[in-house]
């Protein structure tokens, strides 16, 4: 078979930047991309498309209508496809066995039946979801149960490691491309098409083939450690909050180890996004049903930390504002999982803003990406509160960080996004209750600065010194002595003119 027709289905976060790049590195191909939603379809077909990556933009409008197309037709993309990569969401099961541990494969099932139901020739279908190990024998079953005599399928595991906000540079230089098959000589000639589509533009070497289970396993596997690298330098952020010590010292002293390495070693208020959580989950319900009690309390035991650790955040927020928040307006800056992306699934500022509205805190938020409705739906969700009326009454959206300080009682940063750093803190200082403070849950202002403007900071994985905080109070001295300053100057100045 010579591939010469693609159909994705699932036009979200994965399938989208996944076949755009492909429709890119690959002008032999007619990528096809379906939808059920018809909103997703339409902004795919729009100025605006409906997830924001970085470089996305350009690779969709340079393949678009030439050999990249997006639909609703989704029974005529399978007909005519050679290959289909199955790219639905596999969300956490919230219902039935398995309830809030398990994924959920039905929309995975779903498009197993859609294939059988309407495929006239062989396929290669393509498991780019997230799903359990072993489910690609779900899938073989359903295919040859339901669909006419004489057409064959092969399923292969292709599982995505791309990561939001990089996604396209990921896409184009992946550590790493992993397709597991079924050990047989279809498995073997499948394998062979879909890492022909992959060479197009990715050296043959990088790309490992495995049998499929491996190949399933290994997806939630590297989740599974990359939340534990996260969950590991969260754990010793408190040990160093409560010591003196400070956890990027102790992370790049660590992660110098070339054994250890330095990513994902960066102390915050904790992962988030839509995989992680998910992934370990997923992984703990696994080993449960393969009767590995202790496998499943090692892995649930990152969630927790995780978990924790947003709590920790919001317990040190109110505490440090005099213990209440109740009616104090609070500036949050950030509300998506990380930077580079308007993603906000499982954010853990999702968490924390909920902690703190519990409290009754007024949150002016401000994010350069999410839409403002998004964070709305987010947090008066049924998972966030149960009185979605009083969290609204409670949250303003901001789209200017300036307007969000206005009387606010402190700054808290929960999302990385590189423009919070250049902000005038100064000038925000001006417009603050005092004592201002600055909850800084990613660690990336510059702390020494704010506390010489006369901010209180806190943040992960250090305390700041006595001296910090006698030097701030000496500066605040200092900082009413300019003000006093600058008011006498301006009044000589209106009394000469
Ligand atoms: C992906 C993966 O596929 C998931 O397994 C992984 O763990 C997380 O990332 P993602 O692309 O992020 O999912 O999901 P989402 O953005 O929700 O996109 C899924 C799309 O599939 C949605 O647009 C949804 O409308 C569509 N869909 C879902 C269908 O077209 N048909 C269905 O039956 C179900
Ligand atoms: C992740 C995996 O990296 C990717 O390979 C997989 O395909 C999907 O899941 P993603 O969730 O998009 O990607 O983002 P990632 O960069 O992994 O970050 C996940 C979360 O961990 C974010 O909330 C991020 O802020 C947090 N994180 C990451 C830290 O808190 N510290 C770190 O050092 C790294």
């Not at 492909?22 to 605006?48: F, G």
């Not at 940063?413 to 100064?426: A, P, Q, V």
Request: charged share 25%; hydrophobic share 40%; net charge neutral.
């Amino acid at each position: 078979m010579v591939i010469k027709n693609v159909c994705c289905i699932g036009a979200g976060y994965v399938g989208g930047p996944t076949c755009s790049v492909i429709a890119w590195k690959c002008p032999d191909l007619r990528v096809t991309v379906v939808d059920k939603s018809e909103m997703r379809i339409n902004q795919w077909n729009s100025d605006k498309l409906p997830i924001y990556e970085p470089g996305l933009d350009e690779v969709v409008m340079e393949c678009r209508g030439r050999n990249l197309f997006f639909s609703l037709d989704i029974d005529t993309a399978i007909r005519d496809a050679d290959l289909i990569f199955i790219s639905v969401n596999t969300p956490t099961k919230t219902y039935g066995v398995g309830k809030g541990r398990a994924a959920d494969l039905k929309f995975v099932e779903s498009c197993s039946r859609k294939i059988a139901q309407v495929a006239t020739g062989p396929k290669i279908v393509v498991e780019k979801s997230t799903v359990p190990v072993r489910a690609a024998e779900s899938i073989i079953n359903i295919l040859t149960a339901n669909t006419r005599p004489g057409i064959s399928f092969q399923v292969l595991s292709n599982p995505e490691f791309l990561s939001e906000g990089t996604a396209i540079e990921d896409l184009l230089n992946p550590d790493r491309v992993l397709i597991g098959g079924e050990e047989s000589e279809g498995g073997a000639k499948a394998i062979e098409e879909l890492s022909w589509i992959y060479q197009h533009w990715i050296p043959a070497k990088k790309i490992l083939t495995t049998n499929t289970w491996s190949s399933e396993l290994s997806k939630l596997a590297s989740n599974a450690f990359l939340a534990q690298r996260v969950s590991s330098i969260n754990a010793i952020s408190a040990v160093c909050e409560a010591t003196g010590a400070d956890v990027s010292q102790v992370a790049e002293a660590v992660g110098h180890d070339s054994r250890v390495g330095p990513k994902f070693l960066q102390a915050s208020v904790g992962f988030g996004g839509s995989c992680f959580q998910k992934d370990l989950l997923n992984l703990v319900y696994i080993a449960e049903c393969l009767n590995l009690p202790e496998v499943a309390n090692y892995w649930q035991q990152v969630i927790n930390m995780n978990e924790y650790q947003r709590s920790r955040f919001a317990k040190r927020i109110v505490e440090c504002l005099f213990n209440s928040v109740t009616d104090k307006p609070l500036a949050v800056f950030g509300f998506a999982f990380k930077k580079n992306t308007g993603d906000t699934r499982e954010s853990p500022a999702m968490y924390v803003c909920s902690h703190l509205l519990e409290e009754g805190a007024h949150l002016n938020i401000y994010d350069p990406k999410v839409a403002p409705d998004q964070i709305l739906q987010d947090l008066t969700s049924a998972a966030m509160t149960s009185e979605p009326e009083r969290v609204k009454r409670l949250i303003t959206i901001c789209d200017d960080p300036y307007e969000a300080v206005k009387e606010a009682h402190a700054i808290v940063i929960l999302t990385e996004w590189d423009e919070f750093k250049s902000y005038d803190y100064n000038k925000m200082l001006l417009q603050m209750k005092r004592p201002a403070f600055v909850f800084d849950g990613r660690r990336i202002l510059n702390h020494s600065a704010l506390i010489d403007l006369g901010y209180h900071v806190e943040t992960i994985g250090k305390r700041f010194t006595r001296n910090a905080l006698v030097r701030n109070a000496a500066t605040r001295q200092h900082w009413h002595r300019l003000q006093r300053q600058k008011v006498a100057r301006n009044n000589i100045h209106h009394i000469m003119h």
